[in-house]
């Protein structure tokens, strides 16, 4: 099992920035990949890409945020954060941190419980 744990979440005006961080614990020797994902716009149940990390520094950001997310993981400490300047009232969602196998740990799938972040135009 794995643990995740969100925090930085808050309200910020447009054009600002707020910085998440996700700190994990347990088996991490499973995990290959960890990264965020925000709720879908206008879908409670779906999960769409912000950002990932693999072990070996593979760095996936979706279009909406390039340039404007920046996504960093600490090894030593186990937790992986995610900057985010320049922020629109479309980024307003609830963020995950999430954490994902590979190869014979393919099937593990950890999920934080989420962080909401509000951007006010």
């Known amino acids: 099992q794995v643990q995740l744990v969100e925090s930085g979440g808050g309200l910020v005006q447009a054009g600002g920035s707020l910085r998440l961080s996700c700190a994990a614990s347990g088996n991490l020797f499973t995990i290959n990949r960890m990264g965020w994902y925000r709720q879908a716009a206008g879908k409670q149940y779906e999960h769409e890409l912000v950002a990932e990390i693999t072990n070996g520094g593979r760095i996936t950001y979706a279009d909406s945020v390039k340039g404007r997310f920046t996504i960093s993981r600490d090894n030593a400490k186990n937790t992986v954060s995610l900057e985010m300047n320049k922020l629109e009232s479309e980024d307003t969602r609830v963020y995950f941190c999430?954490?994902?196998?590979?190869?014979?740990?393919?099937?593990?799938?950890?999920w934080g419980k989420g962080t909401l972040v509000t951007v006010s135009s």
């Open positions: 999430r954490a994902r196998g590979d190869g014979i740990y393919s099937s593990l799938d950890y």
